[in-house]
């Protein structure tokens, strides 16, 4: 296939895997990024959703030479300041540190990184941030999601999917929660990790004086919840609450929060996190 | 920790990675086995399920030494005749491949498999043994779950768990599905692939008409899909077909089958095929 002369012309050619223009892509599994100093986002619908992202942005693409021509539309929307780098597989895999199979990255940086360190660094500047960032989820009206010590980087990824499926308002991790912007989490989210808007690492007792401040409602999802999911109405501030499999949400949380359980056949009770709230979240968006 | 004697003189000693009295755990990772000749349950949940299905029981158990004390209980409910075997780690990992944290292995057989391996060498065997499947599920009048071309372990074992969870009268999988007995479906499936009523290996056209014969009203899960997931109404024999995130279920099947959708934001086309599932189940069974 022969490609458009500006995008062949956009291309920079990568031969050998130790080039310091491609550092950012260097061992990318055993090194996984954070928000701050960049992250990897891998595959054309990953790489979709980072295009139209309005929080991240890319600082480059690195392609499979091979994948180039099939992605010419995709690529067009690559802002000009933004390099591609494109390489025959040898070096990609070379340079990744494992098999590429989707031979489509990017590196990304989140567009306000300075700007937040900044704000963080001040006294009070997480406060202040998360205080927003649960003000524009109380405007937005849709439940929020928040996550307590979730770990896991494919029930946080598979969390922001039914999150975004079922029209969330956003999805707010505590720190003990896996960062949202890990590989596997931003692969598993099928990019939406990257629209969704989220907040990650305030600690408990802070989440929960901030929902209060906010006016949100949370609800406990727990196997011994009280509340009756038909009873939860949308549009009313709902925050949901979720804990990891293995060991829930903290005695403390439930003691104060009006909890909600899934009803399930006798002998069963779990189950998966993600699928939890998708089952609860797609009750709410239907019943909208 | 001191164990009880009698539990104490049913342990068999390994010490060797190359004893033939284990050799059925032998390189497990990359040797998944099928129903007939046996499978390996990995963890002390899957080991419950076991022990009390009744379709399949333990050959054997092999067990890391430190684990033993620790789930005495459980062993006492492992029929005298089924042997125990019991290592350091340093001969269970050799032995298995790969290492076991959770130390418990079983490996297990299909109780009927000699009878049903000569039901399907005799004309219309395989035929038989789906309408007789089919009709326990019309007779218990909870939904089938039937999967087409679900090749993912992973999807398998999380639609056995959600299947479970809703108190599903069963799964019926085509033989492009993935078996449902591979260790890493049996595991996600937290042990109810060892449960829950299944079938596996008719093509689609079979499992087509024998739906029809058995009466069960078949709703195929579609993006495209018009029926609400409300006018759906549990006890009436529904069979939820599902098919692969990818392709989705053949056109073929779509063209002759009511259709039904899960309302989702705009943008968003599909959700994971458990997650899906779950969703329509989880409805189902609360309005039961």
Request: charged letters at 25%; a neutral charge; glycine letters at 8%.
């Amino acid at each position: 296939m022969t490609l458009a002369p500006d995008l062949a012309a956009r291309l920079v050619d990568i031969d050998d895997a130790a080039d310091p223009r491609i550092a950012d892509y260097l061992d990318i599994r055993e090194r996984d990024l954070v928000a701050r100093s960049g992250f990897i986002a891998e595959g054309t619908v990953v790489l979709d959703h980072l295009l139209r992202s309005e929080r991240f942005r890319p600082t480059s693409l690195f392609l499979l030479k091979s994948r180039v021509a099939g992605i010419a539309d995709r690529l067009a929307l690559v802002p000009h300041d933004v390099p591609i780098f494109a390489a025959e597989r040898a070096v990609m895999d070379t340079v990744a540190g494992f098999a590429i199979h989707r031979g489509v990255l990017a590196h990304a940086v989140d567009r306000n990184a300075r700007q937040r360190a900044g704000e963080s660094a001040k006294d009070g500047g997480e406060t202040a941030e998360l205080a927003e960032f649960l003000a524009r989820s109380r405007r937005a009206g849709a439940p929020l999601v928040v996550a307590i010590g979730l770990a896991n980087h494919d029930n946080v990824g598979a969390l922001f999917r039914n999150a975004a499926a079922f029209g969330a308002s956003g999805l707010l991790l505590d720190g003990a929660s896996c960062h949202p912007l890990y590989r596997k989490a931003i692969r598993v989210s099928v990019g939406t990790a990257l629209t969704l808007p989220f907040h990650h690492g305030a600690d408990v007792q802070a989440i929960w004086k901030a929902l209060e401040r906010s006016g949100h409602r949370p609800i406990a999802l727990s196997p011994r919840g009280t509340v009756d999911l038909a009873e939860l109405k949308p549009g009313e501030g709902l925050a949901l609450l979720l804990g990891s499999e293995g060991r829930g949400l903290p005695e403390s949380l439930l003691a104060q929060t009006e909890t909600a359980r899934i009803a399930m056949a006798p002998g069963i009770d779990s189950l998966n996190v993600a699928t939890s709230a998708a089952i609860v979240l797609s009750r709410l968006y239907s019943a909208a």
